[in-house]
């Protein structure tokens, strides 16, 4: 069994920044393939970003040259450093591991951010 809990969100301004964390834990034998999700109200959950074991990294088009998705892995961590927030992007941010291909095996629960004056 894999835990994820995510970190880091919060209420800010738009143009403000973020950096949510998602902190694996339980039986990890390997680090795999990691993602940024999120659902904003009324929307389907979308894919944002995802970083695989070898490093290489992808985004949506909305978050391009925004978000960066990085990952420790002696820590088992994956980050999402959020910058020039927009309200748009106002969602529940879920990080998921899941071999590219294969669909997530396991998810956290959730943290929210709100981009609000």
């Known amino acids: 069994q894999v835990q994820l809990v995510e970190s880091g969100g919060g209420l800010v301004q738009p143009g403000g920044s973020l950096r949510l964390s998602c902190a694996a834990s339980?039986?990890?034998?390997?680090?795999?393939?990691m993602h940024w999700y999120r659902q904003a109200p009324g929307k389907q959950r979308e894919l944002v970003a995802t970083?695989?074991?070898?490093?290489?990294?992808n985004y949506a088009d909305s978050v391009t040259c925004r978000f960066t998705i990085s990952r420790d892995n002696a820590k088992n961590t994956v980050y999402l450093q959020m910058n020039s927030l927009k309200p748009e992007d106002t969602a529940v941010y879920y990080c998921?591991?899941?071999?590219?291909?294969?669909?997530?095996?396991?998810w956290g629960k959730g943290t929210l951010v709100t981009v609000s004056s």
């Open positions: 970083t695989t074991s070898g490093g290489r990294t």
């Open positions: 339980g039986s990890i034998f390997s680090f795999t393939d």
């Open positions: 998921g591991m899941g071999r590219v291909g294969y669909g997530i095996s396991y």
